[in-house]
């Protein structure tokens, strides 16, 4: 996975995160490259366990990263009410923290099927091909109907061995 400045934040963004012991899963384009894919993204989707405490073990993690103010402001309120709460980290790189998905997903459940990757000794719990390819089905959005069909492929092949 060497594809520049975007996949050192990452790692650094995991690292930083399970040095907190926050209660996570990776999700979106970074969980599809984890999978095998070559399809490009933009930012970091993390769904994280949408708990007053495992929210505040997030901005613990997030200081050790950034000397921003702005970390205050990210709420477990904001994490329940909100689908994607976006926080612009100050090197221009963007982090979607979810803590739900809608009615479709919860924490519990994406957790309960998360695969862990290991990525230059960064352990990182990345959402299963199953659960993803579920997760994927149901949007509009071209690049989640190509990731669709990719995750079917790997599942295929997993299946037979």
Excluded: W
């Excluded at 957790?111 to 949007?139: M, Q, S």
């Amino acid at each position: 996975m060497a594809f520049g400045r975007l996949s050192d934040f990452f790692l650094k963004v995991c690292k930083a995160l399970n040095e907190e012991n926050v209660e996570y899963v990776i999700i979106g384009g970074f969980a599809m490259i984890l999978h095998g894919s070559s399809r490009f993204t933009e930012d970091i989707d993390i769904f994280i366990k949408p708990t007053e405490k495992n929210v505040e073990k997030l901005k613990a993690s997030l200081r050790k990263l950034f000397d921003d103010d702005s970390i205050g402001g990210i709420s477990h309120s904001d994490l329940l009410q909100y689908a994607v709460i976006r926080y612009g980290t100050p090197e221009g790189f963007y982090i979607d923290l979810i803590g739900r998905i809608g009615e479709i997903a919860s924490y519990e459940e994406v957790d309960a099927g998360k695969e862990i990757k290991v990525v230059d000794d960064v352990p990182i719990p990345v959402c299963g091909v199953e659960k993803l390819l579920f997760l994927k089905e149901g949007t509009l959005r071209n690049k989640d109907k190509m990731d669709a069909i990719f995750l079917k492929e790997k599942l295929k092949k997993l299946k037979k061995g």
